[in-house]
Nanobody, 116 residues
């Protein structure tokens, strides 16, 4: 099993920045994909960004140029640097871990609130 613990959420004003962290523990495979998703009230969960263990990244169009995903494989930690936050970015942000062996785990989420 893999346990994911997110941190770094909070309340910010529009235009400000936050950095989210997600630490994976347990049976973490060297080859995996970790990502951030978000879910706003009344909306479906949506992809924000993913990063492979080799460093390949994908981003949702809505966050390209503002958000940056990175990871420290030695610490089994993935980060999401969020700049120029907008009220539309307010959501609960979830971390996901997937590996080639069929594992798929989610964290409990961290809330981001952006005031205008």
């Amino acid at each position: 099993q893999v346990r994911l613990v997110e941190s770094g959420g909070g309340l910010v004003q529009a235009g400000e920045s936050l950095r989210l962290s997600c630490v994976a523990s347990g049976t973490v495979m060297s080859i995996n994909v970790m990502g951030w998703y978000r879910q706003a009230p009344g909306k479906q969960r949506e992809l924000v960004a993913t990063i492979t263990s080799g460093g390949g990244t994908t981003y949702a169009h809505s966050v390209k140029g503002r958000f940056s995903i990175s990871r420290d494989n030695a610490k089994n930690t993935v980060y999401l640097q969020m700049n120029s936050l907008e009220p539309e970015d307010a959501a609960v942000y979830y971390c996901e871990y997937k590996d080639p062996y069929g594992s798929d785990y989610w964290g409990q989420g961290t809330r981001v609130t952006v005031s205008s």
